[in-house]
């Protein structure tokens, strides 16, 4: 099961970097996903990385980036420019490499803990 870690609390217009680690298998080989849910809502996709290919929510386009170390066995999702609506639970995934571009739960053949991120002045 990926682990995700790196939440906290953060003022708008602030940063924060998400790190989904492989603890027992290689990430490199798969698509890895971030997924977020906020309170009374339903899980959406935001980032997705495949091989050389990655993936994001309109919302979060120019904002977040997601990339991958292999040294680490980690995919990050360094996230800036935060605000209040980037406010969820965030999930790693590891998904379908077919189905990384569509961001859809869909495709998610194993679920990460999550992490709480909370934008808030």
């Known amino acids: 099961q990926p682990q995700a870690s790196g939440g906290g609390l953060v003022q708008p217009g602030g940063s924060l970097t998400l790190s989904c680690v492989g603890s027992?298998?290689?990430?490199?080989?798969?698509?890895v996903a971030w997924f977020r849910q906020a309170p009374g809502k339903e899980r959406e996709g935001v980032s997705c990385?495949?091989?050389?290919?990655?993936y994001y929510l309109d919302s979060v386009k120019g904002r977040f980036t997601i990339s991958r170390d292999i040294a680490k066995n980690s995919i990050n999702l360094q996230m800036n420019n935060l605000k209040p609506e980037d406010t969820a639970v965030y999930y790693c995934?590891?998904?379908?490499?077919?189905?990384?571009?569509?961001?859809?739960?869909?495709?998610?053949?194993?679920w990460g803990k999550g992490t709480q991120v909370t934008v808030s002045s």
């Open positions: 990385i495949y091989g050389g290919s990655t």
């Open positions: 027992r298998f290689s990430l490199s080989y798969y698509g």
């Open positions: 995934a590891v998904v379908q490499a077919g189905l990384c571009s569509t961001l859809d739960t869909y495709g998610v053949e194993l």
